[in-house]
């Protein structure tokens, strides 16, 4: 399979499974709905006003910016595929800018589309194309589902300024976007040595 390919099919797959299972998660899912597959994992729907983590900032001009931002980084993100695919990096880092970019798609396809495709999901599982959506372009939720509580528990009075606190290890909700980005910036770590190659110093004699 040549780089373009690997690419193209990396992007394709990544984008399409997203999709889906957020799509099955917003249709099937009340706002707050959970199912515990093991004690330590559990599918729990909740939605993403802002930033990775539900950090928010700036309300709806805030929200806007944050779309805006993410379409213009995505745009930078292909260029530096296609940069790579051509220089015929190893298929490493090729993998790994495509989740990247797999992801990020991801996110701004719920951020720019989920707001006039869906009504709202809380109390009632939403309608996928409803007459009545919950928002607008640009305005639409992130859809996270996937809780790792791994470890839950009151932490040691010896541990400073959280000592004593009740403790949740991890807990983050994430989609599959989110975790995409995250092989991905991994697998730039793997392979950096690829994807940043360090240019050749002339010495002038």
């Known amino acids: 399979m040549s780089k373009k390919k690997l690419a193209i099919f990396t992007i394709v797959v990544a984008i399409l499974l997203d999709q889906i299972i957020k799509i099955y998660v917003k249709t099937n899912f ?39 931002f993410r379409l213009v980084a995505v745009s930078a993100i292909i260029y530096w595929l296609i940069g790579n ?18 992801g990020a798609v991801g996110n701004i396809i719920d951020s720019v589309f989920y707001g006039i495709i869906f009504d709202h ?42 000592g004593g606190d009740f403790f949740t290890f991890f807990q983050y909700i994430f989609n599959p976007a989110d975790a995409f980005i995250s092989v991905g910036v991994a697998l730039l770590f793997i392979f950096s040595k690829q994807a940043f190659p360090k240019e050749e110093q002339t010495v002038e004699e």
């Open 121 to 162: 999901s809380n109390h009632q599982v939403a309608t996928l194309f409803s007459d009545k959506p919950y928002g607008n372009l640009f305005y639409g939720k992130v859809v996270d589902m996937f809780y790792f509580p791994i470890w839950q528990g009151t932490l040691p009075d010896w541990i400073p300024v959280i």
């Open 30 to 68: 009340a706002l707050g709905e959970e199912v515990l597959v093991f004690d330590w994992f559990r599918i729990h729907f909740t939605e993403n006003n802002g930033m990775a983590m539900g950090f928010e900032f700036g309300g709806k001009a805030g929200k806007l910016f944050l779309t805006l």
């Open 85 to 102: 695919i051509k220089r015929k990096v190893h298929n490493g880092v090729i993998i790994a800018i495509s989740l990247i970019f797999s």
